[in-house]
C-alpha cells in the first residue's frame, strides 16, 4: 500500500537535507583535493620540462644561451604556478548558479614572467559562502551529480590546456619544433603510434601524408613523412596517483560518489511514489457513484 502525500512528502524533504548535508561533504572534500592535486601538477609540471629539455631534446636545449635557458626555466615556474591556482578556482559551491569556468586560466597574452614572483604560492578557495547555502535545501541529487560532473570536466580541460601551453613554451624557446602542431592540424590521414608514456612525457612515432607543392611529387603514389616527437602529456591520473593526499582524497570523493548514486536512487523511488499517492487522491476526488 502506497503511505500518504503528506508522509512521502516529509520523506522527500528529509532526502533534501540528507543531500544537501552530502553536497558539503563534497565541498569541503573537493577544497582539499584540488589543493592537493594543484601543488602535485605544479611540481609535475616543473619536472616534465626538466625531462623533455634534458632527456627529448638535449641538443636543442643545450643551444640555448644561458638567458634563454633562464627565461624558459622562468616561464615553467610561471606556468606551474598559474595552473595550480586555476585548479583551486574551479570550486563553486554546489547549487550555485555559477560554474566552472577558464576565466582564470593562463592567456596568451600574459607576461609569464611577471606572473613568477617566488616559489611560494598561496591558493585560497573562498570560503565566504562555506555555510550550507539557501539554494542547497532544494538541491537534488540529480543536481549535485551534474555539478561533479562539471567539475570534474574542467579539471580534465586544465590539464589538456596546461599540456598545450607547456608544448609552446617549448616551441617558442625552439626546443620543440615550431611548425609540428600546425602539421598534426592540417594532416588527415596520420598515424600516431605510442611509443613510450610516462607521467609526464609522451613519445610519439607519427607517420602522415607529408605535404608537397611540388606537382610531380603529388602524382607519386604517395610521401610518407615520419617524425618521432617528445612532448607534455600530463594525465590526471597519472599525477593524483603520484602524490598521496590526492590518491586519499579521489578515495573519498569515490566513497562520497556511492553515497550519491544511493541517494539518487531512493530519491526517484520517493518521487515515483508520491506521483501515484498524489494520482490515487485525484481518482478518488474525482470518482462519484451514478
Request: hydrophobic share 40%; aromatic share 6%.
Amino acid at each position: 500500500m502506497v503511505a500518504s502525500v503528506e508522509r512521502i512528502e516529509q520523506e522527500i524533504v528529509e532526502l533534501h537535507k540528507a543531500v544537501s548535508v552530502l553536497a558539503e561533504e563534497f565541498y569541503q572534500t573537493y577544497s582539499e583535493y584540488l589543493n592537493a592535486l594543484g601543488q602535485a601538477l605544479r611540481q609535475q609540471i616543473v619536472m616534465s620540462g626538466y625531462h623533455v629539455c634534458t632527456q627529448g631534446y638535449p641538443t636543442q636545449f643545450l643551444a640555448l644561451s644561458l638567458s634563454q635557458r633562464q627565461t624558459l626555466q622562468q616561464h615553467f615556474r610561471a606556468l606551474a604556478k598559474q595552473a595550480q591556482a586555476n585548479l583551486s578556482a574551479l570550486l563553486r559551491q554546489p547549487g550555485s548558479a555559477e560554474t566552472p569556468s577558464d576565466e582564470t586560466d593562463l592567456s596568451d597574452e600574459m607576461d609569464l614572467e611577471e606572473a613568477d614572483g617566488g616559489d611560494d604560492v598561496t591558493v585560497a578557495v573562498d570560503n565566504a559562502e562555506a555555510t550550507l547555502p539557501e539554494i542547497q535545501r532544494s538541491l537534488t541529487p540529480g543536481a549535485l551529480a551534474e555539478w561533479q560532473e562539471a567539475l570534474e570536466t574542467a579539471i580534465a580541460q586544465e590539464f589538456s590546456s596546461v599540456s598545450t601551453k607547456a608544448n609552446r613554451l617549448l616551441q617558442q624557446a625552439g626546443v620543440l619544433p615550431k611548425k609540428l602542431p600546425e602539421f598534426l592540424q592540417a594532416t588527415t590521414n596520420s598515424q600516431i603510434e605510442e611509443m613510450a608514456h610516462s607521467s609526464d612525457m609522451l613519445s610519439l612515432l607519427l607517420e602522415a601524408q607529408a605535404n608537397s607543392t611540388d606537382p610531380d611529387e603529388e602524382e607519386q603514389e604517395g610521401s610518407r613523412l615520419v617524425v618521432q616527437i617528445v612532448a607534455f602529456h600530463l594525465q590526471l591520473s597519472d599525477v593524483e596517483f603520484g602524490d598521496g593526499a590526492a590518491t586519499a582524497l579521489r578515495n573519498r570523493l569515490r566513497s562520497l560518489s556511492a553515497r550519491l548514486k544511493k541517494a539518487g536512487q531512493l530519491f526517484r523511488k520517493k518521487e515515483r511514489e508520491l506521483a501515484i499517492a498524489r494520482a490515487q487522491d485525484a481518482w478518488r476526488a474525482a470518482w462519484f457513484e451514478d
